[in-house]
């Protein structure tokens, strides 16, 4: 095997413990949380006709 | 060896029988993810979360308003109320007891206005099975037409104290 | 002995307690004496813990049999409120921190990272839950595990489970740090084994999760104290969730884990593609958490959008996850019953696996009641239109005691047939017993998820003390409590035995220092066969298409009769 290849970007991924770290917090904070936050927030006043 | 420090080429492509069956997997979940905007789009059952920012107090005072301007009679001391068809009708829930009864038509559809004015109830409407939250502060509106007619029940199942298991309610439809 | 199946041992290492490491006599492998210690401590106070929440689970039966409605109303949501924290919270982060401290050190023949940070941890998570235990037996928490705004406690429930979060997060960065080291230090050459990997994806999630309980404990504890406002309960009910739903998707990274464990060291088995279950881990780590949105799907306030992507796990990607592990599981233990000789028709070497063994019958029984009863169920509940024939009935306490029980708790007692003998050095007593009590469990559990979710399909309330007053419920409700009671009172047996096996055997199992431990039944090999005789077969493990063919199936039925059943409320969005 060729020394200088670099090995395939999924495995990398898979042996980089930091960068599935931060992926697995930065995803669901953005995609739950962050986005239902935004939501919530978002509400308009009753109008009760 | 999962105990063991893989072999130094262990990256490799799936092949054959886990290959197909990743395929078929995925092919299943695809099949998943469409169903749902699907049924929201084309489907008559959906939970959009319309909801609306009210305090309990203004929300108390609009449910009575309703309830005496729509009364048409009344049942254990809690009064029936049939809204306008195609209109606006508003129902609360406290500990331990949803106010009012609403009549209402078959085939008609309305807004249903829930609101709860103490702490998080469970709207369960039996024997549809028919489930949603209902929380202090939020007019959670649901655009709602009963197709079948009958006596049906109210349970609360979301806990809201020592009389949870008494907080029962009533829907009629005609 | 069961060295033909097990990893040779690496560089040796000096059975000297002066180095922090030992020589296990069964599998060779180096322990480090710290990481030992503290697996001893956790998987002690887990089992404790255990012990409480299954107390508290017969009483809990017993009352929603309502033929027997034994505890009295209040009592009743006092005891609801143990069981959730004691199972949900206690019993499953400690004994999934002995399993974090296992991973980061034995298979990379690694030295835990600090003892004073180990200790810490440990006592932050035990006063946190003794505190929390206190004060809901005195009445001051009725609140229930979820505790929704505006439902308020005393403030040291807030605080007791705070401390448990924090210790726990402490322990997680101790396996951060120890495979931060173990890499620098070249304890071990090129990428990490599975089981490591799989308890690091758990370790993320544990993060996720954990930042969560941060996020609203602390100023749901602030509130308690009068120092500032009510959060408002839909963001409450929201965060929380990213707190509870999530622990318990670490709870499956480490129940996935110790399946590939236990295969391991009861057939031989590994993993036919290390690629595939290492990606099916990426999916779980990127896409798993999102779906906590699957408890708000009737709520109000948060959109369509935002419910149909979270809940789906984006597109399903971690369903599929699931369903990679649930083939590649099997297969594995086909693959190594197959080249061990056992060849017969397409199930020979399921009739001659080693269920003699609690821990191989334990994972398999796991293995099953998850992916068929919790997975689908939970996938199919989750849907969030169907989610409204469903939302806070039995139904999803089924589903949730299927997945979470019979699943992670199932799988965590039969890896301990392995744990004590390997860690604690001591030979189970009873053995008689003990090889009877994964069926036990798993049964009674099975029984406690059917009896509820059938009884859910029917309208019946979870969380509720008696169905009577709403004066609808008939014959068939009753019915299904009833299994649900039967089903629990066997289930707790097995609990009870298990605690009993466990406490007996520390105490007075024989010890087995200087040799291998007993051995429960491993797979011997057949004469003339040959390790790795099938490694080119990509189509050898025709057992487990059949079975994940059914499974599909199932999947497909279930979820579509479920679609039927939605469309036949009324309208309504």
Not at chain 3, 137 to 160: E, H, I
Not at chain 3, 205 to 226: C, D, R
Request: glycine share 10%; aromatic share 12%.
């Amino acid at each position: 095997m060729n020394n200088e290849t670099k090995d395939p970007l999924l495995k990398r991924l898979m042996d980089n413990t930091w960068l599935l770290l931060v992926l697995g917090v930065v995803i669901p904070l953005i995609s739950y949380t962050l986005w239902g936050w935004i939501e919530l927030g978002t509400i308009q006043p009753a109008t009760l006709p | 060896m999962s105990l063991a420090i893989p072999d130094r080429d262990w990256y490799k492509a799936p092949a054959g029988a886990e290959k197909l069956w990743i395929g078929l997997a995925l092919l299943w979940c695809f099949v998943m993810s469409v169903m749902m905007p699907y049924w929201h789009f084309r489907g008559k059952q959906n939970s959009r979360g319309e909801a609306y920012a009210v305090q309990p107090a203004s929300f108390l005072e609009r449910t009575e308003k309703f309830a005496a301007a729509n009364k048409v009679g009344e049942r254990n001391g809690i009064p029936i109320v049939e809204p306008a068809p195609g209109g606006d009708a508003y129902l609360i829930g406290r500990m331990w007891s949803w106010f009012p009864i609403l009549k209402l038509r078959q085939g008609e559809t309305y807004r249903l206005h829930l609101s709860a004015l103490d702490l998080q109830h469970g709207f369960s409407l039996q024997p549809l099975n028919m489930n949603f939250q209902v929380l202090p502060g939020y007019d959670h509106v649901l655009t709602i037409t009963p197709t079948s007619k009958g006596e049906f029940t109210i349970v609360c199942n979301e806990f809201c104290g020592i009389g949870h298991d008494k907080m029962i309610g009533k829907i009629l439809v005609e | 002995m069961s060295s033909a199946t097990l990893p040779a041992p690496a560089a040796p290492v000096l059975p000297d307690a002066a180095t922090g490491f030992r020589r296990c006599d069964t599998t060779g492998l180096s322990v480090c004496l710290a990481a030992q210690k503290f697996i001893k401590l956790n998987a002690v106070a887990a089992v404790v813990f255990l012990l409480v929440g299954g107390i508290a689970a017969i009483l809990l039966a017993l009352t929603r049999w309502q033929a027997v409605h034994l505890l009295p109303v209040d009592w009743f949501y006092r005891i609801l409120t143990l069981h959730g924290l004691n199972m949900l919270i206690f019993w499953i982060l400690f004994f999934e921190v002995a399993v974090l401290y296992f991973a980061c050190t034995i298979p990379l023949k690694a030295q835990l990272y600090s003892k004073k940070v180990a200790w810490v941890s440990f006592a932050m998570m035990l006063t946190g839950a003794l505190m929390v235990n206190t004060v809901i037996l005195q009445g001051r928490a009725d609140v229930l595990l979820t505790s929704y705004l505006p439902l308020l406690a005393d403030s040291k429930f807030y605080l007791g489970i705070i401390l448990v979060a924090v210790g726990t997060l402490i322990g997680v960065y101790n396996f951060f740090a120890t495979l931060y080291f173990a890499k620098r230090n070249r304890t071990y050459e090129g990428s990490m084994p599975l089981v490591t990997f799989g308890a690091t994806a758990a370790a993320i999630i544990a993060v996720v999760t954990l930042l969560h309980g941060a996020i609203v404990m602390i100023p749901t504890f602030a509130y308690s104290m009068g120092w500032i406002g009510q959060p408002d309960p839909m963001w409450y009910r929201m965060i929380w969730w990213g707190l509870g739903h999530q622990s318990q998707q670490v709870n499956v990274c480490a129940m996935v884990a110790i399946w590939y464990l236990i295969a391991n060291l009861s057939t031989g088995a590994k993993p036919v593609n290390e690629t595939v279950c290492r990606g099916a881990f990426v999916l779980y780590i990127l896409f798993i958490n999102l779906a906590s949105a699957h408890h708000l799907l009737v709520d109000p306030g948060v959109g369509s959008a935002w419910k149909i992507w979270n809940t789906s796990y984006a597109m399903y990607l971690a369903v599929l996850a699931s369903m990679i592990h649930g083939f590649t599981v099997p297969a594995s233990v086909e693959m190594a019953m197959r080249e061990k000789g056992y060849m017969k028709g397409l199930f020979g070497w399921v009739t001659s696996a080693p269920w003699r063994n609690p821990a191989f019958a334990g994972f398999v029984l796991s293995l099953m009641i998850f992916g068929f009863i919790g997975g689908i169920t939970g996938v199919t509940l989750g849907t969030q239109q169907i989610n409204i024939i469903a939302h806070n009935t039995l139904r999803i306490t089924g589903h949730f005691h299927a997945t979470v029980v019979g699943g992670t708790s199932l799988a965590f007692m039969a890896v301990t047939y392995y744990v004590i003998p390997l860690i604690f050095r001591r030979d189970f007593i009873w053995r008689g017993a003990a090889r009877l009590q994964p069926w036990l469990f798993g049964g009674g559990i099975l029984l406690v998820s059917l009896g509820m979710s059938f009884a859910g399909s029917l309208g019946v309330p979870r969380r509720d003390y008696d169905i009577e007053n709403a004066g609808i419920f008939g014959p068939a409700a009753h019915l299904f409590l009833g299994v649900m009671g039967i089903g629990a009172i066997t289930a707790v047996v097995g609990l009870l035995l298990f605690v009993v096996l466990c406490v007996g055997t520390i105490l007075f199992g024989e010890k087995n220092n200087g040799r291998a431990m007993a051995d429960w039944g491993t797979a011997k090999a057949m004469v003339g066969s040959r390790e790795g005789s099938l490694a080119h077969d990509h189509w050898a493990m025709k057992g487990t298409m059949a079975l994940t063919g059914v499974f599909l199936a199932c999947f497909a039925v279930y979820y579509f009769a479920n679609w039927k059943a939605l469309a036949d409320v009324w309208p309504v969005r």
